[in-house]
Nanobody, 114 residues
Framework: QVQLVESGGGLVQAGGSLRLSCAAS????????MDWYRQAPGKEREFVAG??????????HYADSVKGRFTFSRDNAKNTVYLQMNSLKSEDTAIYYC?????WGQGTQVTVSS
């Protein structure tokens, strides 16, 4: 069974930075798409960033709202993906989830104070 465990969330002032990590276990993850989603209070869960290894969408993708501020990366040797978040805004406040296929992590809270 695949397990995804996020870490790195917290409270930060607007303009600050955080780096989220997602450690995967239970299978070799180097060839699998990995994504970050987020869900703010009262809103639907939305895609933030991730990579795709197959089909027409090969590459790393970002939601328009985070382009230029967030960076997705992965370390296959550590079975870990990261989300570097810079220039954080209050609207980035949400629970951030790691996702791969049908698997979801438990989420990590990011709160940005203005």
């Amino acid at each position: 069974q695949v397990q995804l465990v996020e870490s790195g969330g917290g409270l930060v002032q607007a303009g600050g930075s955080l780096r989220l990590s997602c450690a995967a276990s239970g299978r070799t993850f180097s060839s699998y798409d990995m994504d970050w989603y987020r869900q703010a209070p009262g809103k639907e869960r939305e895609f933030v960033a991730g990579d795709s290894w197959s089909g027409a969408g090969v590459g790393t993708h970002y939601a328009d709202s985070v382009k230029g501020r967030f960076t997705f990366s992965r370390d296959n040797a550590k079975n870990t993906v990261y989300l570097q978040m810079n220039s954080l805004k209050s609207e980035d406040t949400a629970i951030y989830y790691c996702h791969s296929g049908v698997n979801w992590g438990q989420g990590t809270q990011v709160t940005v104070s203005s």
